[in-house]
């Protein structure tokens, strides 16, 4: 898991434009993670899950 409010994804709050933090994470499996963002914005707090699926990279 991702400790709180540490990193971010670069992702900004669809409805204020602040920054949005990872609040916490959690893996399901070894290529799929789920992981839950919240508003930097104190007045907003808008939260979003973002599913994150990884597969193979291969280099020709």
């Known amino acids: 898991m ?12 669809p409805k204020c ?13 070894e290529s799929f ?3 839950y963002l919240r508003c930097t914005n104190r007045k907003c707090s808008t939260g979003q899950k973002v599913e994150l ?3 193979p990279f291969y280099e020709e």
């Open 2 to 13: 991702v400790a709180d409010g540490l990193y971010g994804l670069g992702e900004k709050c």
């Open 17 to 29: 434009e602040s920054d949005m933090r990872v609040r916490t994470s959690r893996r399901v499996s």
């Open 53 to 55: 699926s990884v597969s």
């Open 33 to 35: 993670k789920i992981i």
